[in-house]
């Protein structure tokens, strides 16, 4: 006997027989997927508030749980006296947690670039004006650095010279003058940060050069008083003249030789015992022509070589030392010693 309850199960041909029904879409985007693609703004607007129609959104009202133990119910933080503790958390600080900070920096932080001379701008500038005053200063006077140079060798039996200076012409060897005491402050600059170290009490790294370099002003000034005083005294006024001719000259020269060392080192890292020597060979050259000017002269007629020895000396070694000597003093006393 048939139970009544039974109901045959439909078969596959029944199954396939059924009527199809489409999922109700769960986003607006299915919605839009679901128009065909020349639909309208206005069209697909009407289809999206045909299947979501906007509820009312109901907040919940369960108390908030994350708040400090032993504190009770929580207070509203747009109250005025709240306390501190209570606006401040973990993420009070995180840029992530604030869109409005900027966002945090990942990774690990590079090796800073030491400071040098060579990644300086206003020391780069100042080193290709230079460049360029030497440039221009030799295709104006060259003729007159020639002659100048024959002269500083030539042996005259007068008294009087030759050699005739016109105003641009002195203000060129000045001007030179001048970039000979900002090379050789520089290269002693040089000189102290690979001797002692680059930490000083200064704030800035352009003080310690800017005081060597009026060191060094004050160096050639007070030669070239020393030397007109003792010469227009003991020796006349003309032979002053002529050696005072000589003293610009070779100082000028002294400039321009050591200012190929001074970028060498500053933009192609030259060894700096390299650029020591070099200097010294040229400061002893240097010393070496300014006895013999020194010789011709004002001791060269009565054969005086005990005198020039203690002129020189006098004049020049002894200047020589105490800048030395002053320099290393006034770096001693303004770097950090730790």
């Known amino acids: 006997m048939q ?6 199960p439909p078969g596959i041909v029944s199954i396939d ?9 769960q986003t607006p985007y299915q919605v839009l997927r679901s128009l065909p693609k020349d639909a309208t703004p206005a069209q697909q607007d009407s289809a999206i508030q045909a299947w979501f129609s906007p509820n009312e959104i109901h907040y919940s009202e369960q108390p908030d749980t994350l708040h400090l133990p032993g504190e009770g119910i929580p207070r509203d933080l747009k109250e005025v006296n709240l306390p501190q503790y209570y606006r401040e958390s973990f993420f009070s600080n995180d840029t992530l947690f604030h ?11 590079g090796d800073p670039i030491p400071e040098s001379l060579s990644n300086d701008s206003t020391v780069t500038g100042i080193l290709i004006l230079c460049f360029l005053i030497i440039t221009f200063a030799f295709s104006r006077i060259s003729g007159f650095f020639m002659r100048q140079a024959k002269d500083f060798f030539y042996i005259q039996k007068g008294e009087h010279s030759s050699m005739t200076e016109t105003g641009s012409e002195i203000k060129m060897q000045l001007v030179i003058m001048g970039i000979t005491c900002l090379t050789c402050a520089i290269l002693y600059y040089l000189y102290t940060i690979y001797k002692v170290g680059d930490t000083f009490i200064f704030s800035s790294e352009y003080v310690l050069p800017g005081i060597i370099f009026l060191i060094m002003v004050g160096y050639f000034v007070a ?3 020393l030397y007109t005083i ?6 006349g006024k003309t032979g002053n003249k002529k050696f005072i001719t000589s003293f610009i000259f070779l100082s000028s020269v002294e400039g321009v030789l050591l200012f190929p060392a001074l970028l060498l080192q500053t933009y192609f890292q030259f060894p700096i015992q390299n650029v020591a020597y070099y200097c010294f060979g040229v400061v002893i050259l240097i010393k070496i022509l300014t006895f013999y000017k020194t010789y011709i002269i004002f001791f060269r007629q009565n ?3 005990l005198q020039n020895i203690l002129y020189f000396c006098a004049l020049e070694m002894v200047p020589l030392l105490s800048l030395w000597g002053g320099l290393a003093v006034i770096v001693n006393q303004v770097r950090v010693i730790f």
């Open 3 to 8: 139970d009544s309850i039974f109901i045959e």
């Open 17 to 25: 027989l059924m009527p199809k029904t489409s999922a109700r879409p």
């Open 99 to 109: 869109s409005e900070h900027g966002g945090a920096r990942y990774g690990v932080a």
């Open 223 to 225: 030669k070239y008083l």
């Open 230 to 235: 003792v010469n227009s005294i003991l020796l």
């Open 303 to 305: 054969a005086l070589y």
